[in-house]
């Protein structure tokens, strides 16, 4: 682990100095270009190649750099994680629905395969909720279907079209998606790991895997006390921590 952190931030640190010193340069080319003898208009038709090519390095740049910054952050939060969070007796039982229906949590589909909630969130008085925030809870009943089953991503497409119907916008996005099983192995654990903490549009995206070993009462996820992608991954964190406390 160790020595993959290493090598994505060398990989980082090349990407940005390169930046540095092709902006060094341009900006160089354009001082000489107004200190030059040549004549006006050749002055800016030179500028305008050195903007361009200023244009195009930014939108190679932009991916790249967003890649390998995500990546480090993915890393530092696998090196960092939590052991599984202990919890008591899970189960999808009235009781259990109830408390979500009080806390605003509206039932979207349920089926033998999963069960699906969602929530509208705006808090003006919270950072990360005063832009409003959709949150989508999914628990998966059917052990065999996985987190990015088709079904699953059609039906969260089907809340969202929902919203887009009603004209409710939101701007950000928390999916937790929920498995629970009394057997549960290596693979299953490893699965977690597959999480989001991205940016689209300036929308933020947060998606947390959890997978509930009920034989050992507690939950398997990737977060961490000392290291957040972000603070609406937090967030996303600690809506599962107060979903099964």
């Not at 030179?46 to 195009?56: E, S």
């Not at 909630?117 to 919270?126: G, K, L, P, S």
């Not at 887009?164 to 928390?174: C, D, G, M, V």
């Not at 992608?229 to 967030?235: E, K, V």
Request: glycine share 2%.
């Amino acid at each position: 682990m160790e020595k993959l952190i290493r090598d994505v931030r060398k990989k980082h640190t090349r990407l940005l100095f390169g930046l540095l010193g092709y902006l060094f340069v341009s900006i160089a080319v354009i001082v000489l270009l107004f200190l030059s003898s040549l004549t006006t208009d050749k002055k800016l038709s030179l500028l305008l190649v050195v903007l361009i090519l200023m244009l195009f390095l930014a939108f190679w740049f932009k991916p790249r750099f967003y890649y390998y910054t995500q990546q480090i952050k993915y890393l530092n939060l696998k090196k960092l994680k939590n052991p599984p969070l202990k919890i008591s007796s899970f189960n999808l039982n009235q009781i259990f629905l109830a408390k979500l229906t009080k806390n605003a949590y509206q039932i979207f589909t349920d089926n033998d395969r999963f069960l699906v909630f969602h929530r509208y969130t705006q808090d003006n008085d919270a950072y990360v909720t005063k832009k409003t925030m959709l949150e989508i809870l999914i628990f998966i009943k059917d052990t065999t279907i996985s987190f990015q089953a088709d079904q699953i991503n059609k039906t969260i497409n089907l809340i969202e079209d929902d919203y887009a119907k009603k004209k409710i916008k939101y701007t950000n996005y928390s999916i937790i998606e929920i498995k629970h099983s009394k057997k549960v192995d290596e693979a299953n654990i490893n699965e977690v790991d597959n999480i989001t903490f991205d940016v689209e549009s300036g929308r933020h995206i947060s998606v947390i895997l959890v997978y509930i070993d009920q034989c050992q009462q507690e939950a398997h996820f990737l977060y961490s006390d000392l290291f957040t992608p972000n603070i609406y991954y937090s967030y996303a964190v600690n809506l599962v921590k107060e979903i099964l406390k």
